[in-house]
């Protein structure tokens, strides 16, 4: 006898449906249902971060220690001996671009923790949106690069950093680094589902991070680079948004580089959105 | 293969089937994970997947639980397509897998009222069955700690509590002893049955044969991505080997003597009966009816004083060995690594 043998009970009626709970029979997900859901995972995530309090290092230490290391290192020959001061008014807010590009990458490296453990089957098997798991994740993260930023902004100050604007336009300025920050986490996640271990997404996004932070208006003015590196820093969105973020802290015509870093954070994250939920959905 | 049909012959009898899956295939590029499955779970029974490592039993509840993509066949589970209607298939499943599918870093309560909250309950009932599941497995004193503190037998009873906060129609159980000590997998057991008392359908896989036999009312056993052979319990077992009928006489010394008349009047079958001494039994290989009535009618009239008598079927594992030991011999070479099915060591805090 096969095992493809037909049993009996193939040869008549479908099974009525087992006694299911009072549930409309429809399989789609309402939004406040979604938001419910992504409520309650971003509470996990939430309660995660309390009961490991040592993962929220790296955005308490993080803004403090690079200042520190730019300000006092590489300040004086930056600007000039003695105008440590003014190189705080130029470092600060493009440092929230970089914040936001470190925190970022670790969620590439939470996402792909989470999914070496079975708790994401569990997720998978729910009627939840898949695509819930993902933000949720980035709600919290956001929120965890506020904290990076405030505590940057407060040593800034502390440095002497000086703002010619108004608070409103500072506002403005970390408004426009989270939503940055946000839409590269797309990429993280896209890159944590694809590589098998924690580990490999940190070697891979090094590789990337590490010539676009540099090569950016971040730090210097890229008035002192060479002609083909100063095309690559233009190009750079982290400098749009290094540039932006500085007109906005101390004045001068800032509406290019803004639109260029709404531009990046809305082509980012059309184009990495969807395939990092469908790379999600997909994952066995 | 042994001549043997699966299930029972009578299409209308029992309940409806909960789960009917035809023809299911997954293949992993060579490996065929599985190669055409067909298997039925009449509502509210328990069919346990029996099968060694690398048979294809996590990829079929896999498959079962909407993770995976079968590449072909169809899958029904409580009425709803596996392929076609996943969200409302996941409204009626509980899955509970090889590995502790709750979250370490948060507290036993704290996972149990997130599942409540993403199955749509109010605040106040998530809190509520948080608190009446975690009291119902035994977890009370542990709710606030966090799931990295506990033993594996605890992880496993607050992974069925998780899965059983949506009260599920249809409740996969993936290996769910795999890793536990014999005390803990009877703690699983029991809360396994309690369930089952409710309503639930389970499908159970396993490898040990005891937990089968526990558990499961019908068997399944698959080897390399095929069922090999099916059938209740019970059924599969007579129909591999006969019965042994077990005999204790009143007095120990009386076993040789009882050994030889079953021999003399040729009632102890081919094999021959077997005396234990040690635990004072006599064990007779039982082919027919017939054959135990006159046994226990010569017993009697030879005047044997008997304190015990009853026939037990042979075990899961010798029913396994008899039905893959004949398919082994003709199967093709490529064999599913076993690599692929891992086990952990749940390791107690």
């Known amino acids: 006898m096969s095992a493809a043998t037909v049993t009996p009970a193939a040869t008549g009626q479908t099974p009525a449906p087992a006694p299911v709970k009072a549930h409309g029979g429809e399989g789609r997900i309402g939004l406040r249902a979604n938001l419910r859901h992504i409520g309650a995972l971003a509470r ?15 955005v308490l230490l993080m803004p403090i220690v690079f200042t520190l290391l730019f300000v006092f290192v590489f300040g004086g020959a930056v600007a000039g001996n003695g105008k440590q001061d003014e190189y705080v008014s130029y470092l600060v807010p493009g440092l929230m671009a970089m914040m936001g590009l470190n925190v970022s990458m670790a969620v590439g490296t939470g996402i792909n923790e989470d999914f070496q453990k079975g708790v994401m089957d569990r997720f998978r098997t729910m009627p939840i949106a898949r695509s819930s798991v993902l933000i949720a994740k980035i709600v919290v993260e956001v929120g965890r690069m506020m904290v990076a930023f405030a505590i940057l902004l407060a040593v800034g100050f502390v440095l002497g950093m000086s703002v010619d604007t108004s608070p ?24 944590g589902l694809s590589v098998k271990t924690a580990q490999a997404v940190q070697g891979m996004a090094m590789l990337v991070l590490m010539p676009l932070q540099f090569g950016s208006s971040i730090f210097t003015p890229p008035s002192t680079m060479p002609g083909w590196l100063r095309t690559f820093t233009d190009y750079n969105p982290l400098s749009s948004l290094a540039d932006a973020a500085r007109g906005l802290f101390i004045g001068g015509p800032v509406a290019r580089d ?7 954070a809305a082509a980012i994250t059309l184009v990495t959105a969807p395939l990092a939920i469908s790379k999600f959905r997909k994952k066995t | 293969m042994v001549g043997m049909t699966r299930f029972d012959k009578n299409p209308t009898g029992g309940a409806a089937n909960a789960v009917e899956v035809r023809g299911l295939v997954k293949h992993y590029g060579e490996t065929k994970a599985l190669d055409g499955v067909d298997l039925d779970v009449r509502e509210g029974t328990v069919l346990g997947v029996l099968g060694p490592n690398g048979a294809g039993k996590t990829t079929l509840v896999r498959c079962l639980s909407t993770l ?87 992880r496993r009873r607050l992974d069925l509590a998780a899965s059983m906060i949506g009260q599920p129609a249809v409740l996969y159980l993936d290996e769910p002893t795999t890793g536990l000590d014999p005390r803990t997998r009877n703690e699983v057991w029991d809360e396994v049955k309690r369930m089952v008392g409710e309503g639930v359908t389970v499908l159970l896989t396993t490898q040990y044969m005891e937990e089968a036999e526990q558990l499961a009312s019908e068997l399944t056993v698959i080897d390399r991505g095929r069922v090999i052979a099916g059938g209740k319990v019970d059924e599969l077992k007579a129909k591999v080997g006969g019965r042994t009928l077990e005999v204790r006489p009143t007095d120990p010394a009386l076993l040789p003597a009882m050994a030889r008349a079953l021999r003399e009047a040729g009632l102890d079958g081919i094999a021959g009966s077997k005396v234990d001494a040690g635990e004072g ?15 226990v009618g010569l017993l009697g009239a030879r005047g044997f004083g008997i304190a015990h008598i009853g026939t037990h079927l042979p075990s899961l594992d010798e029913v396994f060995l008899a039905i893959t030991g004949e398919k082994t011999s003709d199967a093709a070479a490529g064999t599913v690594e076993s690599a692929a099915d891992h086990q952990r060591e749940e390791v107690a805090a």
């Not at chain 2, 409204?91 to 993403?118: C, F, H, P």
């Not at chain 2, 027919?288 to 046994?295: F, G, H, K, M, W």
């Open chain 1, 44 to 58: 996990r995530n939430t309660l995660q971060i309390k009961q490991d309090p040592q993962s929220m290092f790296d």
């Open chain 1, 168 to 191: 409103l336009h500072v506002l403005g300025a970390v408004g426009l680094s989270l939503l940055f920050g946000a839409s590269l986490m797309w990429i993280f996640i896209l890159i």
């Open chain 1, 258 to 264: 803004v639109w260029m870093v709404l531009a990046w």
């Open chain 2, 68 to 154: 995976v993509q079968p590449d072909a066949g169809t899958a029904v589970v409580a009425g709803y397509d596996v392929v076609k209607q996943p969200r409302q298939l996941r409204r009626t499943i509980g899955l509970t897998g090889q590995y502790a599918s709750v979250d370490e870093k948060l507290a036993g309560w704290e996972n149990l009222y997130m599942i409540g909250r993403l199955l749509d309950l109010s605040r106040k009932d998530a809190r509520r069955r948080a608190d009446e599941l975690l009291e119902r497995f035994s977890l009370t004193e542990a709710a606030k700690k966090p799931v990295m503190q506990y033993s594996g037998g605890m």
């Open chain 2, 281 to 295: 039994l006599l064990y007779v290989p039982i082919l027919s009816d017939e054959q135990l009535t006159a046994v």
